[in-house]
């Protein structure tokens, strides 16, 4: 994969012990799942830091080690054992990681197909993915890696049978995508709309477009940019000196839907008034997820009936509109994250929905968004109250605000929870819930809101 000379040429470092032409098979950053013959590189977070696991890499028989600390193997030299451990020294292993999988990257003139965006990013990329293996043997992020360690650590499974990469990028602080879009050097990029995503860092809603559009700043020279047009922060990207294909709902664009059909099975459209597709995802958010991986798809020359095939068995990744049947009630497990975005297109599908009993939903703290946080909340009450939602129920300091904007708006207080814990939320739920019903779980990751879903059935154990 690499020899100790690439690496340290790569990330502008020092062999401080070692043969400059030692092979190395791969790359890892967790000692625990280390493989002999692989480089360890020690990385400094915030929670721990890596250099204190070197001789835990050691042992596991690691061919080298990145570090930026050389305290921590200052005496643990290998006495000119050409077979022993190599040691490179650098002066941020972060840095490095990534320096070293942009050297990997560019040995592949593969397409390379970047998404990014408020809202979608990890839906998007997976039906991309599922649509271009027609075609191409596919690489792309596990789970959510789409920050400066899982892109590298993606990039680095690249081999010589794949023949396209997708790549989900994200990023709280501005500066983010520029580097992970250096690092990955993209062909092809996604962006899928722009909300008001981690403004206690970004500030403003220019702001988080600023940090998305640096994507561009690393597209290859013929790249294309797939763009949301019904985004009036995006609407204007076709005028910048960049190929773009759009997509939109409300907008005509280069790929364009009109929503047919919503049940509690899935979501159809008419594409470009012309073919008719379906999705087992629910909700409106997820047709310009699907018109996004069209547009991709269609670059990469994938005919209609694949890509009809193909989304109709798609299956969105888990907690993201998931829906669950519990002892007679609908649950809409939504809870992979939230933001005020995010959170408005999921009370639109509860709104729209057909249900025989109540519309309840349950709303979790919204974080990370900064100064108008208390006011982005009060919104949402007040959406819940001019949706004519049954039943609210939130969990959360942050979440007491849609409380008071329910209220505000006219809910009855008699329909309002404002509760502490999971457990309080599952024993008002089994009163006031019954078969029939349709229940929306929404909140962002830290608050784990799937656990009130334990909590109901009785399997919460911790």
Known sequence: ????????????????????????????????????????????????????????????????????DIRFVANKKNSGNSNAIAIIKVKDTVRALGALAHWHRMKFRIPLIAVTGSNGKTTTKEMISALLKNKFNVLYNQGTQNNHIGVPLTLFRLRRKHSACVLEMGANHPGEIDTLSWIAQPTLAVITNIGPTHLEFFKTLQGVLKAKIEMINNLAKNGKLIVNKDDRFLFNLADRPVRTITFGVNQYADYSAEITGQTKKGTSFLLNRRHQLTLKALGRHN?????????????????????????????????????????????????????????????DFLKDSTVAGNKIAICGDMLELGKRSQSYHFEIGRKVAQDKIDFLITLGRSARYITSGASAAGMPKTKIYDCYDCREIADILRKVGGPGDMVLLKGSRAMKMENILECFTGSFTR
Do not use: W
């Open 287 to 347: 047709v310009y997820n699907a018109l996004a991986s069209i547009a991709c798809a269609r670059n990469f020359g994938l005919g209609y009936n694949v890509i009809k095939d193909t989304l109709v068995s798609f299956k969105a990744p888990p907690m993201r509109m998931q829906v669950l049947d519990v002892k007679g009630i609908r649950f809409v497990v939504d809870c992979y994250n939230s933001n005020p975005q995010s959170l408005k297109c999921a009370l």
């Open 1 to 68: 994969m690499f020899t100790i000379g690439e690496i340290a040429k790569a990330t502008a470092g020092e062999i401080i012990e070692g043969q400059a032409e030692t092979q190395i098979k791969g790359v890892s950053i967790d000692s625990r799942t280390l493989k002999q013959g692989e480089l360890f590189v020690a990385i400094k977070g915030e929670r721990f830091n890596g250099h204190s696991f070197v001789e835990q890499a050691r042992s596991k028989k690691a061919k080298a080690i990145l570090i930026s």
